[in-house]
């Protein structure tokens, strides 16, 4: 008999709708459950393309005896980290400040009051590797509630003193000035991988927002070393098998340091953040690497995670039926070069495991390898290689496909909306533009209310039940005003408004921090507030660039004023965490820089207006923003009072409060908008 997931819209959540567990949602319901009881609370975090979640309920909450114990002793309550980024966050914060590490699915036991008092992650159905059993941890915790109960409260409310602690104030803090940012450079420096590209060691991650801002750096130091970290990372990355070689787009990250081995799921927002790095780079300069994986990867994420409502959704699955019925991780992409010869043929085969790199030993489990492209490109004729690329997609389409999150997340959108928009812009690809723009529009009209408030979720074209987080407003934010500077349509700035000065009047502290979570949401243990970029950029850093870049288009002061006071936590973490903050080293960057301020005045039917948007667009100057219309339009307050020059379209130039005299030659503008 189904459990009370049954009800829920979150993919992750239906997942465990059939176990035997009594699962509840987060809810107030569950919590007074508890105390009715007089019983603890079992908190299970996870996604819905985490393999050791699915691990772990497999073993565990698909068994009966499990189960037993479970419902006897505690209320269960299962939380989708997607949805409600904020219980997540809340816990994870105390599950690594009592472990050191964290991770999914994590294990919280709470009291009823919500209050946790031990911590785990994944937990194996027999003692192993030191762990103990899930049903060692359940009988230990059940014994110390029911023995030691006043010693586990005093454990939970030193826990939840501690966390209130921790909170983050800024009160007359600095934004990174010149000297800082050089710092952070040469951290990061010390820390590149220099023969494998990307930083650290094993488990790596892409470090798209690092190179983001090491690609500013560039524009406005001419910094030839942080330029050559971004290109070794990304050729490192595309080359490597935490690419998908055949179908485009990038697995969540690589388990290895070379990049071989991925851990496969795909999510949305690595490939928005990816391609609009891939499409930066290519701009920078001219790669034609760089132009390949930004349209593969775009055309990746339209082609396989748009959903009927035009919406994107939020990952594909790492694990696969392999065909014997078994969910195997990475079954849908790896290759033997046996099966190469099935689809390909001998010779074709050979050209096609030297070209990918599929050997007989295998890169990754029971002889079966990770496409790579090892530097081998130019070797063998281009239209054989695309032959054989052909085949194999075709091939791998006849085998079971990895499950499919299609919940809508706002924030992730945003960041696809971003990335589509300027990608098709910089490659003339109409449709993409088109793909960001009708993404936009769902979120306007399923995820915004009349205030100004979003939800966080949706799915099937309905709104899920939770609060948008700040993360949610400043990456639509950073989404629409990207899709107002490619469309010259000045309603996605102004929804940016809106949901900006919701940002203002709901998530910044008296002294201009800013919380993850608005003042009338729900109260958790405590509000959660991290400025720190990790897989996306924290919304902290995510509203400074918005507020930023929206301050440029409108000349708004309070904007602006909120964007530098929110960059002062740059500056304390750059120096120490550089790897860490790097959105908000991005947006440091476009502070320093002006931002600049680019005004394309002309009739869009016009091909002179249009050169002059196109290289407006092209400027590597950092944060750089454009607004373009016709004479008298007042799409965004950059166009205003600004003529024609001598009856021809022209473009206005401003930086620090100061404009150039307008021109009306693509190659001035270019050469004007140069930074330095």
Not at 111 to 133: C, K, L, V
Not at 189 to 200: I, N, P, S
Not at 653 to 666: A, L, M
Request: hydrophobic content about 40%.
């Amino acid at each position: 008999m189904p459990n009370r997931l049954a009800h829920e819209t979150s993919p992750y959540l239906l997942q465990h709708a059939d176990n035997p567990v009594d699962w509840w949602p987060w809810s107030d319901e569950a919590f007074e459950e508890a105390r009715r009881r007089g019983v603890p609370v079992l908190l299970s975090v996870g996604y819905s393309s985490c393999h050791w979640c699915h691990v772990m309920a497999h073993e565990s909450f698909e068994d009966e005896a499990t189960a037993r114990l479970l419902n006897e002793h505690f209320v269960s309550v299962k939380v989708d980290r997607e949805e409600r980024p904020d219980v997540d966050a809340v816990y994870m914060e105390a599950v690594q400040a009592a472990t050191g590490q964290g991770g999914w699915p994590m294990t919280v036991f709470l009291t009823p009051d919500a209050e946790p008092f031990y911590f785990g992650t994944y937990f194996p159905p027999e003692p192993r590797h030191g762990m103990p059993s899930f049903s060692q941890v359940l009988e230990g915790v059940r014994a110390a509630w029911t023995d030691r109960r006043d010693e586990v409260g005093e454990v939970a409310g030193k826990i939840v003193r501690d966390l209130a602690d921790r909170s983050l104030a800024v009160a007359g803090a600095q934004p990174p000035g010149r000297e800082d940012l050089m710092a952070a450079l040469m951290q990061l420096t010390r820390e590149f991988d220099a023969t494998r590209g990307g930083f650290g060691g094993a488990p790596k991650f892409p470090p798209s927002m690092v190179l983001e801002f090491l690609l500013r750096h560039h524009a406005r130091t001419e910094s030839e070393g942080a330029l050559d970290m971004v290109r070794a990372t990304c050729e490192a990355m595309a080359r490597g098998g935490i690419y998908d070689q055949l179908g485009g787009g990038f697995a969540r990250y690589s388990v290895d340091a070379e990049w071989v081995v991925p851990h496969f799921e795909k999510m949305l927002y690595d490939n928005a953040l990816l391609c609009r790095l891939y499409a930066h780079l290519w701009r920078a300069t001219g790669s034609g690497l760089a132009r390949r994986i930004a349209l593969e990867t775009a055309d990746f994420m339209v082609g396989e995670l748009r959903t009927d409502q035009m919406g994107f959704a939020s990952a594909l699955d790492a694990d696969s039926d392999d065909g014997t019925g078994r969910h195997v991780e990475g079954a849908y992409y790896v290759w033997t070069p046996a099966q190469l010869i099935e689809v390909l043929g001998e010779a074709d085969a050979r050209i096609a495991a030297d070209h990918f790199g599929v050997t007989e030993e295998g890169t990754f489990e029971e002889g079966a390898s990770v496409l790579q492209l090892p530097d081998t490109e130019g070797l063998q004729e281009a239209g054989r290689l695309a032959s054989i690329k052909e085949r194999l997609l075709a091939a791998r389409e006849t085998r079971p496909r990895p499950g499919r999150d299609d919940k809508v997340v706002a924030a992730w959108n945003g960041l696809a909306i971003a990335a589509l928009a300027e990608t098709g812009a910089y490659f003339e690809r109409p449709d993409l533009v088109q793909a960001a723009t009708d993404a936009a529009d769902l979120l306007v009209r399923v995820h915004m209310d009349g205030q100004a408030r979003l939800h966080r979720t949706s799915r099937d074209g309905v709104a899920g039940a939770n609060s948008g987080v700040l993360e949610d407003y400043a990456d639509v934010s950073e989404g629409f005003l990207a899709l107002a500077q490619v469309t010259g349509e000045g309603v996605w700035a102004d929804f940016a408004g809106l949901l900006l000065d919701t940002v203002l009047i709901h998530f910044r502290g008296p002294d201009g921090s800013l919380y993850d979570t608005a003042d009338d949401a729900e109260a958790l243990i405590r509000r959660p507030q991290d400025p720190t970029d990790n897989a996306t950029p924290s919304g902290w850093t995510a509203a400074a660039g918005a507020l930023l870049s929206y301050a440029a288009l409108t000349g708004s002061s309070p904007h602006r004023e909120a964007a530098e006071r929110a960059l002062g936590i740059v500056k304390a973490l750059s120096g120490r965490a550089p790897r860490f903050i790097g959105w908000g080293l991005a947006v440091a960057e476009a502070l320093l820089d002006g931002p600049r301020e680019v005004a394309v005045i002309g009739s869009y039917d016009d091909e002179a207006t249009r050169e002059l948007h196109r290289s407006a667009l092209l400027s590597t100057a950092p944060g750089a923003v454009v607004a373009v219309g016709d004479p008298g339009s007042a799409e965004v307050p950059l166009l205003k009072d600004r003529p024609l020059v001598g009856g021809r379209p022209a473009a206005y130039v401003c930086r620090d409060f100061t404009c150039e005299r307008p021109t009306t030659d693509p190659g001035e503008l270019a050469e004007r908008l140069r930074a330095g």
